[in-house]
């Protein structure tokens, strides 16, 4: 009886052995395969630049050649060839640097977040070596907002890529009005979107500051 049972635990202990060792090596493999597609997006980004901007009269054309609604505070713009629509919704507070913003398309309505830096911030990123007094001056000439816009989580991330063109328009036409009296700079280049989809736009003020 005895002897039963201990070669009935011996084969219980080698099951849950073999299970272990086969999750084991199923979870090396996915993990494998995870940092070749990391190394393979890594090596991609290497070969590839950085999209070229889009500025002054170039960057101005884009948003004329559409036919652009807007509502009328301005803070939501729809195209009317595509039914696209983006929207700004609301600040987050000011030392997390973003807002809130929404997509309408295809009938359904999607909310997103958008980063950004002031002036004083991309001075102090790219200037370590000014002094305070000299960082806000410049800073006060820059007179510039630039945003970091994501790739919006869509029913179709590839339709939506096939009309960036359109999305990343609608949003300068919004940012745009916003902030009338500030330059726009607005950078899609979201990690582990095909570089040939990144864009970079930048407008200078709609009107002079007050």
Not at 29 to 58: C, N, Y
Not at 115 to 144: C, G, P, Q, T, Y
Not at 182 to 190: K, T, Y
Request: no cysteine; proline share 3%.
């Amino acid at each position: 009886m005895f002897g039963i049972k201990r070669l009935f635990g011996k084969r219980t202990e080698d099951n849950r052995s073999s299970s272990v060792k086969l999750a084991r090596q199923r979870f090396a493999q996915a993990e494998a395969e995870m940092f070749r597609r990391v190394e393979a997006e890594m090596r991609l980004a290497s070969q590839q630049g950085p999209a070229s901007p889009i500025e002054g009269d170039a960057a101005n054309r884009r948003i004329a050649a559409m036919t652009i609604a807007f509502d009328p505070d301005g803070n939501r713009a729809a195209d009317t060839a595509s039914g696209m629509a983006v929207a700004h919704i609301r600040d987050e507070y000011p030392l997390e640097r973003g807002e809130f913003w929404t997509l309408a398309w295809k009938g359904e309505e999607y909310k997103f977040r958008v980063s950004w830096a002031d002036d004083f911030m991309i001075i102090s990123r790219e200037r370590d070596d000014l002094s305070f007094d000299e960082a806000v001056k410049l800073a006060n000439e820059l007179n510039l907002r630039e945003y970091s816009v994501p790739m919006v989580d869509t029913a179709n991330s590839h339709e939506l890529l096939e009309k960036i063109d359109v999305f990343v328009n609608l949003f300068a036409a919004v940012a745009r009005n916003r902030l009338n009296f500030m330059n726009i700079d607005i950078r899609f280049e979201p990690w582990g979107v095909d570089r040939r989809y990144h864009r970079r736009l930048k407008f200078a003020p709609l009107k002079a500051a007050e």
